[in-house]
């Protein structure tokens, strides 16, 4: 049985149900960007490439909270 749990942003109207997939996706897109930043830190990759990394990561692993992540450049 899966387990909901609700959360809420300020001004939401609804709240919006956590599924353990949705947790699962969260932990696999901050995986992948711990091995891009890495990867960014090491200068094996440019800071144009790891922007495209971190969109990739994003429709890939769709976190929860991506609407209010930060644009990228």
């Known amino acids: 049985m899966q387990e909901n749990i609700t959360a809420s942003m300020p001004g939401s109207t609804s ?3 956590i ?3 949705d947790i699962q ?3 696999d897109f901050l995986q992948a960007q711990k091995v891009s930043e890495k990867l960014l830190a090491l ?4 800071l144009s490439e ?6 990739i990561n994003r ?3 769709s976190p929860f909270w991506v609407e ?6």
């Open 68 to 73: 209010i992540m930060p644009k990228i450049p």
């Open 25 to 27: 996706q969260d932990y």
């Open 15 to 17: 709240p919006k149900p």
């Open 43 to 46: 200068g094996l990759i440019s």
């Open 19 to 21: 599924h353990q997939s």
């Open 50 to 55: 790891f922007n495209k990394l971190t969109e």
């Open 59 to 61: 429709k890939t692993f």
